[in-house]
């Protein structure tokens, strides 16, 4: 079955980086796009970008651009996203999320990835 | 646009018909997605492309628009459905953006 499993909880300062892996099994990873959604607490979903595994190509959310960088490792299914310049408004959980090619729903997803920012 | 409006709450009794609903100008052109999310979850499709329930998904969901509204109706609410659903959509008419309403919580009473 699918499976798309996060790297664990990650505590940062303001200014700091975090990278979040996303380890992607039970199916071709390369047929499928991976998007990447956030939730600060007790608010909604924000969609951040997409990164599509076969050829690298991505698109990020205007709201990121500059800050938000997603890269794969084909050799072990796993997509990254690296969040720069971090401050407390980042503090959120963090989801990667599967997307068939060419379609914009999101039918399996991580567990989610608490990043907490805090000086 | 790239806006999803949704009610922030429905409550109704169990056994009864919940209708949460997203309105959005988009939505004539593009397709709507729902999800599901329980408390300390991820989300979950109950809705793709409008109308259509992805395998595993009960019966009493189900899926509908119109114009620049669509709509998720849950049947025969059961306390296990209470939960945030949230509606979701794309656009890349101009660069490629995905975009989610601003979530419905359904109170079973």
């Known amino acids: 079955q699918v499976q798309l499993v996060q790297s664990g909880a990650e505590v940062k300062k303001p200014g700091a980086s975090v990278k979040v892996s996303c380890k992607a099994s039970g199916y071709s990873f390369a047929s499928f796009y991976m998007h990447w959604v956030r939730q600060a607490p007790g608010q909604g979903l924000e969609w951040m970008g997409i990164?599509?595994?076969?050829?690298?190509?991505?698109r990020y959310a205007q709201k990121f651009q500059g800050r938000v960088t997603m890269t794969r490792d084909m050799s072990t299914s796993t997509v990254y996203m690296e969040l720069s310049n971090l401050t407390s408004e980042d503090t959120a959980v963090y989801f990667c999320?599967?997307?068939?090619?060419?379609?914009?729903?999101?039918?399996?997803w991580g567990q989610g990835t608490l990043v907490t920012v805090s000086s | 646009s790239y806006e999803l409006t949704q009610p922030p709450s429905v409550s109704v009794s169990p056994g009864q018909t919940a209708r949460i609903n997203c309105s959005g100008d988009?939505?004539?052109?593009?397709?709507a997605y729902w999800y599901q999310q329980r408390p300390g979850q991820a989300p979950l499709m109950v809705i793709n492309k409008d109308t259509e329930r992805p395998a595993g998904i009960p019966e009493r969901f189900s899926g509908s628009s119109s114009g620049t509204t669509v709509t998720l109706t849950i049947s025969g609410v059961q306390a296990e459905d209470e939960a945030d659903y949230y509606c979701q959509s794309a656009d890349n008419s101009a660069t490629y953006v995905v975009f989610f309403g601003g979530g419905t919580k359904l109170n079973v009473l």
């Open positions: 988009v939505l004539p052109k593009q397709y």
């Open positions: 999320t599967r997307g068939p090619t060419g379609e914009a729903e999101l039918d399996s």
């Open positions: 990164i599509n595994p076969s050829d690298v190509n991505t």
